[in-house]
């Protein structure tokens, strides 16, 4: 089994790592975890230009890095192999985009927990995602 951690560097991060770990501890094959952060990219193209390619995928590299940190100690704490991952674009297309290309059998994040109404206003990325893949998507709150 194959399953993508998609990570923010939140407590929602954490909270789902931990339910990670307790459910691959459940399986009588260990999974393949894969944990992934996307970035949204640089929001303006001049400033992207102006900085630089290197400089733009450093500051991409360091973020991701960091929020990747989170769920990577809790998976080490119950030393769980997993490979880690970041790409920078659309969260919700990129981490479906990653579940295709790896043939991911399982989706697991945290949820923010905001309402409707609050998602109405700003979107939802753990709604977003399991509005555009077809993998199955376990949303930890």
Same mark, same amino acid.
């Given at each position: 089994m194959k399953i993508l951690l998609a990570a923010d560097g939140s407590v929602h991060t954490e909270r789902a790592a931990k339910h990670l770990a307790w459910f &691959?501890?459940?399986?009588?094959? #260990?999974p393949e975890i894969h944990l992934l952060n996307v970035? /949204? #990219?640089? #929001?303006? &193209?001049? /400033?992207a230009a102006t900085a630089?390619?290197?400089? %733009?995928?450093?500051?991409?590299?360091e973020e991701c890095e960091a929020a990747l940190a989170?769920?990577?100690?809790v998976l080490r704490g119950a030393s769980i192999a997993f490979e880690q991952h970041w %790409?920078?674009?659309d969260v919700a297309?990129?981490?479906d985009n990653f579940a295709i290309k790896n043939g991911i059998d399982l989706i697991v994040m945290g949820s923010h927990g905001h309402g409707?109404?609050?998602n109405l206003a700003l979107g939802s990325t753990a709604d &977003? %995602?399991?509005?555009?893949?077809?993998?199955p998507v376990t949303v930890v709150r």
């Amino acid at each position: 089994m194959k399953i993508l951690l998609a990570a923010d560097g939140s407590v929602h991060t954490e909270r789902a790592a931990k339910h990670l770990a307790w459910f &691959a501890g459940e399986l009588a094959k #260990p999974p393949e975890i894969h944990l992934l952060n996307v970035h /949204a #990219p640089v #929001p303006y &193209a001049k /400033a992207a230009a102006t900085a630089g390619a290197e400089a %733009v995928n450093r500051y991409h590299k360091e973020e991701c890095e960091a929020a990747l940190a989170v769920g990577g100690a809790v998976l080490r704490g119950a030393s769980i192999a997993f490979e880690q991952h970041w %790409v920078a674009g659309d969260v919700a297309k990129e981490i479906d985009n990653f579940a295709i290309k790896n043939g991911i059998d399982l989706i697991v994040m945290g949820s923010h927990g905001h309402g409707q109404l609050r998602n109405l206003a700003l979107g939802s990325t753990a709604d &977003a %995602v399991l509005r555009g893949t077809q993998c199955p998507v376990t949303v930890v709150r």
